[in-house]
């Protein structure tokens, strides 16, 4: 196989593996959670749902570093090709240019609309490859986890306290549940009591509770004739007795 036969076979591999990242690099953009549990369910892949939950940073990261790279190696070959045969012909750079606007169209634009209707049958699906793709990239990510630290520090920004988890964790919830109610799963009501739910642990409790100011008691050393009149009259079952005051 000559040059130009070397070079056609890496386009066609190339591709594919470009939408394949370009798929799950948009899909993980879109996904919702509540969609994705029932797609990972319906695959037979419930068990994996809280650890592509909890990965799904790094697979954005992943996946849409090798989809840049994918197509950067697309254009470098077709450079390479259109260098033989086109750069001489007379339109050759018109020519590049349109090539150029066909791959971004099929590796960009479609799978950005295609993973917008499907994100959660695709990572459903995708996640086994993907997931063993991080095995792979580890020592780049570890990189890119130097890289996040060393520009954290370079903004100024303070690594997160227990607090700020807590807090992040409650926002992430509170997106849960305006995404369900945006999806018609959640109503109106369930999410109040939800936001409520989250909230009690910033709620001091006189905040929240009525004082009572009408309190029926008996002090324990009233005569008896008094309490067994106080038992008629307020009709309860149960009254509380007090001492001194």
């Not at 799950?24 to 549990?37: E, V």
Request: a negative charge; one cysteine or more.
């Amino acid at each position: 196989m000559d040059d130009v036969g070397w070079l056609i076979l890496s386009v066609c591999i190339l591709i594919p593996v470009s939408i394949f990242f370009g798929l799950n690099a948009f899909a993980l953009r879109f996904f919702s959670r509540l969609k994705l549990q029932d797609a990972f369910q319906k695959a037979g892949k419930e068990s994996q749902i809280d650890a592509f939950i909890d990965s799904a940073e790094t697979l954005t990261l992943t996946s849409g570093l090798m989809h840049i790279i994918t197509n950067t190696a697309i254009l470098f070959v077709f450079i390479l090709l259109l260098q033989r045969f086109l750069f001489q012909a007379p339109y050759g750079l018109v020519i590049f240019f349109l090539v150029v606007c066909v791959i971004e169209l099929f590796t960009l634009i479609t799978l950005h609309t295609w993973a917008k209707h499907t994100a959660e049958y695709i990572l459903s699906r995708t996640y086994p490859s993907v997931k063993f793709l991080l095995i792979i990239a580890r020592p780049m990510l570890a990189f890119f986890k130097l890289h996040d630290k060393f520009i954290r520090r370079l903004a100024g920004v303070p690594e997160s306290d227990p607090e700020q988890a807590l807090d992040q964790r409650q926002e992430e919830i509170l997106s849960v549940v305006e995404q369900g109610r945006i999806e018609g799963v959640v109503d109106e009501e369930e999410m109040e009591m939800i936001e409520n739910v989250l909230e009690l642990d910033e709620t001091a409790a006189e905040e929240i509770m009525t004082p009572r100011t009408d309190l029926i008691a008996i002090n324990i050393n009233d005569d008896l004739n008094i309490i067994l009149e106080t038992i008629r009259d307020k009709g309860h079952s149960r009254i509380p007795v007090y001492e001194e005051t």
